[in-house]
Every structure is written in C-alpha cells, then in structure tokens.
C-alpha cells in the first residue's frame, strides 16, 4: 500500500476539484488516479460500491468517498490558517447544502437537458431557478467580502466554486451579460487564475498512480499545457 493517500478522481468533476484544491491547500502530498468513467478501474470498484469520483484512500486503509469528508480530512486538523474554521459558520454550511442540493439539481438540468426529458420545467427555467436559489445570495454575500469565508477564501469558496464555473461555462455570452452578479463574476474569474486551482487542473497521464502535482505549479510556475 502507498505510503501517502491515493486520490480516485477525474480532471472535469466539481467534486473532485474541490477534494483536490483541499488536499493541496494542506500541503497534502498524495498520489492521483486519473478515472476514465467509461472504464472504471477494478481498484475504484472495490474500494467504494458508488464508484463515484472522488475517492481518498489513506495509508491506513481507510477510505473516504464523499468530497466533502474529504475537504474535512485535509484541512480540519490541524486548521491553523482557518480554512475549515471558518467554513462552519451557519452562513456557509447553508451555501454548501444548496450548492450541492437544488442548485446541482438545476444546473444538471440546464446543461444537460437531453438526460431529463420530461422535465415540468424548461432547461431555461431550471437555468433561472438556479440564478434564486445560490446566485443571488452569493452575490449579496460577495458585496460584503472579497470570499465566502470573509476577508480569507474557506473551505466553502473551494467547495462551491467548481460548481459556478460549470453553470458558468454553459452559456458564457449569457453568463457575461447576466445583469447584477458582478461580485460573483469577479470571485469567479479570480479563482480561475488562481494558483490553487491552475494547480489542481493538472493534466495527469490515463494511467496509474502520479505523484500529485509538481511542486511549481503551486508556486505559480505554471506551463500553458496545464491551464
């Protein structure tokens, strides 16, 4: 068994975007799979009955299966620069269980409306309902403060975001002149560059287990081949 955690994951998923940047963020050393979801490896299957990326399993054995248990495990202890702390405000809790509840909910729906035909509502509606349930109340959230856990990101800006670059990327024209979401446009378009997430996008072989990512990329040394 690997003597550091070993990461089940694929490069375009939210959640296991947000497991990533966590596991960096702590300075985690790890090694990643990269999971072709036509072809799931025999040792993903045996490790977790969902099969669902992302998967950590630990040195000891151990194995977590949800993206957010992750996150947790990554950056609860030790927290010295407050990155779970400040994640468990009641505030910040609600826009994780929304973000994965209805507005994951919608957003399946406005972008891939092939999958759920049948639907009461349009692909545009679930679009809008989308807009209520989480846009909004992160925009008057982001007019107070640079980051959802204040004046510093939190585990909550890493969990949340994946998930508006995907509602972002269906329709970017539309996206773009989408009237009063500015705060969250510019969160948005910050993240995008930031080194932490340049750095979890890194682009892995299609197989086997690679040391998780080459150290410049966390120090902004980034190569065009992994934006």
Known sequence: MSQVPTLYTFR???YAMRARMALLQ???VFEAVEVSLRDKPASLL???PKATVPVLQLPDGRVIDESWEIMRWALAAPDAQGWWARAQSPENL????RNDGDFKHHLD???YPQRYTGEALSPDAHRDRAVEVLLRPLEARLREAP????AHPC???LAVMPFVRQFAAVDPAWWEALPDLAAVRSWLSGWLVHPLF???MHKLPAEGAHRFPPRQDLDGELSERNR
């Not at 609600?94 to 269980?97: G, L």
């Not at 980051?147 to 204040?150: A, D, F, K, V």
């Open 155 to 157: 585990a909550t800006d």
């Open 198 to 200: 340049v750095a979890c």
């Open 109 to 111: 729906r406005w972008k």
């Open 147 to 150: 980051q959802l856990g204040g």
């Open 26 to 28: 702590a300075g985690q």
């Open 94 to 97: 609600e826009r994780v269980r």
């Open 12 to 14: 375009r998923c939210p």
């Open 46 to 48: 045996a490790l977790s």
